[in-house]
Every structure is written in structure tokens, then in C-alpha cells.
């Protein structure tokens, strides 16, 4: 899948502006289908032309070495317990209001 820009033509009040879109599509023809079935047959004012990004130093940087790549993941286990824990006090938290629930809605006969 490649993105897409094109520029749209949309009502905007009482004047028509050209909205500059992104989508995501196999090829230049689909981005034109997919844009025209979204915002209209007579939308499109000009064929998709595909988005080049352009790599940076940056994104060719070093991978990251294996301490790094340990602590990140005792980072994304800490995270990931951190949840668990979230998931099982709200778990717990709602158990008892459905027990406190029940016990009133249904009171034990004397």
C-alpha cells in the first residue's frame, strides 16, 4: 500500500475550497476510485499523485544495541504488568458492586 495525495473539492459554506487528501491505496488509479466514492464522482480535481518520504540520517541510524534492546523490554513488561494490575483491581472493584448489587435487589428472607 502506498499514500496517496490529491487535492478535493469541498463545500465549505457557500464557496468550494480545494482540500488537500491522503489515502491509502494499492495504486494511483484506486486512490482516485476510493477518493471518488468517498467525497463524490466530480471531487477529484486531479489525479493521486503517490507521497515520497524522504529517509533522513536519522532513520539510518545504528540499531540499538542489546542493552538497550533488554531495557526497552523490561520497559514494555513493566508497562504491561503495570496494566494487568489496572485491569485486575477494575476486575475486582466490579465483582463486589455486582455482589453489593445482587445482596440489595435481593434481600435474604428472615
Known amino acids: 500500500m502506498n499514500t496517496y495525495t490529491a487535492l478535493v473539492a469541498a463545500q465549505v459554506g457557500n464557496s468550494k475550497k480545494l482540500v488537500k487528501t491522503e489515502v491509502k491505496a494499492a495504486s494511483a488509479a484506486e486512490a482516485k476510485w476510493l477518493l471518488q466514492a468517498i467525497y463524490g464522482f466530480h471531487a477529484v480535481t486531479a489525479m493521486p499523485s503517490e507521497k515520497r518520504e524522504v529517509i533522513t540520517s536519522e532513520d539510518l541510524s545504528k540499531p540499538p544495541t542489546p542493552e538497550q534492546q533488554r531495557i526497552t523490554s523490561l520497559k ?25 448489587l445482587s445482596s440489595l435487589s435481593n434481600p435474604a428472607s428472615s
Open 76 to 100: 514494555t513488561a513493566k508497562d504491561r504488568a503495570s496494566d494487568a494490575l489496572t485491569a485486575e483491581r477494575d476486575r475486582q472493584k466490579k465483582q463486589s458492586a455486582m455482589k453489593t
